[in-house]
């Protein structure tokens, strides 16, 4: 037998000392952790399946394996690609068309004078975010019906033909692209307005007395102060490239809009939930998620090496 | 400095100003026409909007798309559906993030680390759809409105959050004397930290009652059960499906001649977004503060 050097009893101690001082905000913790793992991180062990051939009446650890079989079946479809290129131009879409906006709006908020009229405006523009996609998809699909819409009865008034603007290839972008906008910009602006109000107003007054103009404050002093939160922002957009949010695209989505419409998140969906193709739609899902990753992890590491904050 | 800069205004000032007021507004207009144009048609004649489908404003608020709206059966299970969710869903996300919020804004806390990390890293990779299907399934959530409750009930971005303000308001000090006093982490926790959290208490209510009644894509992929879906799934059904002619809303929209079906479906968007539009010039002032209380960075 081995005796305890009696430094270690004494360690042993303090630890024992230190959890039984502290056992109540580790109690406390108990909860969380517990969702954590059984939320969190039991679905991340079951992303294994992409690599089985799953069955429910086998489990998830009685399912055989099949290796990377999935993987290869998945590079081999041509609705994989299309998939892909839809996800990123949609995503890209965002990135050049949507994510400058709320900044523009938060700037352009901060230069209105009139308080009162100022905190209207952004309890209304903040209004769209608190309304479910299913709301805004029922409302769009409605205005734009080619046989009942008000936009379609316009047009038809005006001597033109009635067009169907959710039932082709053509339109679907913009309208996913502009209702997205519609919904979400406003409330973005939140971020950057309380990124805004932390800027010291001792620059301003400076600037002001070296004679700058209203737009050289604008640009050298807010922009560059918001700077570090666009940044952060951009990050997190990058790495949600391969995210296009299901509810959005599903709500908008038909059979005849199929072609430009099916993201990940969609066809992840229609292959495990409709087709009950589990350990497919998993190889999916995993592909996107991966990516996505190292596509964030890249975007993070691009921005410090040019010096800026990342996220970790 | 009110006079310094009264004295450089220039031409730019008033330019700037004009300017961005206009923009912003026109963006806002945008953002309450379509509402306004949702209410105003749900109330419109059947006849009326036959003689002239481009009329916006009714002659007379017809009530008559509301009653058979508000009779349909899945209307009424769907609200009660959602507002259980609601209220249950939001008391439980916020008492747990208020309980974990709190350990977690201890910095010193030995594992703090190995815990904030836990946490951050579901925000930027997880298991999705699928293996969140599977799990719902064989902890037999499915078909329950527990399914659409506990999955997603601790939000991360809202834990970090929660975190932050917790640590930013709340005095050590404070802590220290009631220490001193004999209490413990917990009554510490419920009766002197709490009482500090109540704008990010409100803000939290806010976001999460939000949530929960907006949600469609957890019913949909957990309950196949028509009896036990929320507003917003029975809304999708009846407003942007295309309905084959057999189904019960098809019928329910066709059968009867009293409302043009669109008029129906304007009225169900009006049925569902009310308690939001209720509720929301209250909450609004809580979540401008709320937000700036701080930032998703660790």
């Not at chain 2, 700037?16 to 207009?29: D, G, H, I, Q, R």
Request: charged share 15%; glycine share 6%; with cysteine.
């Amino acid at each position: 037998m081995r005796a305890i050097p009696s430094f270690e009893i004494g360690e042993l101690r303090r630890q024992l000392k230190y959890f039984s001082n502290n056992k109540y905000l580790y109690l406390l913790l108990l909860p969380c952790v517990i969702y954590y793992i059984i939320f969190n991180y039991m679905p991340m062990y079951g992303l294994i399946i992409a690599f089985k051939d799953f069955r429910f009446s086998k489990g998830i650890l009685g399912s055989p394996w099949c290796g990377l079989e999935n993987f290869k079946y998945l590079f081999g479809l041509k609705d994989f690609y299309r998939v892909f290129g839809n996800s990123l131009t949609l995503s890209l879409l965002r990135l050049v068309f949507f994510f400058p906006v709320p900044i523009i709006l938060a700037l352009m908020l901060n230069e209105i004078p009139f308080l009162r009229y100022k905190r209207l405006l952004q309890t209304v523009i903040y209004l769209p975010y608190f309304i479910s996609w299913v709301v805004i998809g029922g409302i769009l699909v409605n205005l734009l019906s080619p046989s009942w819409g008000i936009i379609n009865s316009l047009i038809k008034a005006l001597g033109g033909e009635p067009v169907f603007f959710l039932g082709s290839d053509k339109y679907f972008r913009v309208i996913a692209l502009i209702s997205y906008i519609w919904k979400q910009a406003g409330w973005d602006t939140i971020i950057y307005l309380a990124a805004i109000t932390s800027i010291n107003p001792e620059l301003y007054e400076a600037a002001t007395i070296d004679g700058a103009s209203r737009t050289q404050r604008i640009w050298h002093i807010t922009l560059a102060g918001i700077k570090p939160t666009i940044i952060i922002l951009l990050l997190l957009s990058i790495g949600n490239i391969m995210n296009n949010g299901f509810e959005q695209i599903y709500i908008l989505q038909n059979s005849s809009n199929l072609q430009v419409s099916e993201v990940f998140e969609t066809y992840t969906y229609k292959l495990g939930m409709v087709n009950g193709r589990l350990s497919f739609a998993t190889t999916v899902g995993l592909f996107s998620s991966v990516v996505g990753f190292i596509l964030l992890m890249i975007a993070n590491w691009i921005a410090k090496l040019m010096g800026e904050e990342g996220i970790f | 400095m009110r006079v310094k800069n009264a004295l450089v205004r220039g031409p730019g000032d008033s330019f700037v100003e004009v300017f961005s007021t206009l923009t912003v507004s026109v963006f806002a207009l945008c953002c309450l026409l379509p509402f306004a144009y949702v209410f105003f048609v749900s109330f419109m004649p059947y006849t009326e909007y036959l003689e002239n489908p481009l009329k916006v404003i009714p002659s007379k608020f017809d009530l008559t798309a509301y009653r058979q709206m508000l009779g349909y059966k899945l209307i009424q299970s769907g609200y009660q559906v959602s507002v259980f969710t609601t209220v249950v869903g939001t008391i439980l996300s916020v008492f747990l993030l208020v309980i974990s919020g709190y350990p977690l804004s201890k910095t010193n806390l030995k594992g703090h680390r190995f815990f904030i990390y836990m946490v951050l890293f579901t925000m930027f990779f997880n298991g999705g759809m699928i293996p969140n299907y599977i799990l719902i399934r064989n902890l037999g959530l499915q078909n329950t409105v527990w399914a659409l409750i506990i999955p997603g009930c601790i939000n991360s971005f809202n834990l970090i959050l929660m975190k932050n303000y917790i640590k930013s308001t709340v005095p050590e000090t404070l802590e220290e004397a009631a220490k001193i006093d004999g209490a413990n982490d917990i009554r510490i926790l419920f009766s002197i930290v709490t009482p500090l959290l109540k704008p990010a208490i409100a803000t939290m209510t806010v976001f999460c009652s939000v949530g929960y009644w907006n949600n469609y894509f957890s019913a949909m992929l957990y309950l196949q059960d028509r009896k036990l879906w929320p507003l917003t799934l029975v809304l999708r059904e009846l407003v942007v499906e295309n309905t084959s002619a057999v189904s019960p809303v098809t019928q329910m929209l066709t059968s009867t001649h009293r409302s043009h079906p669109f008029t129906l479906k304007m009225a169900a968007i009006i049925v569902t977004i009310t308690p939001i539009l209720i509720v929301y010039p209250f909450m609004q002032r809580y979540f401008v503060k709320g937000i700036s209380l701080g930032s998703v960075k660790e």
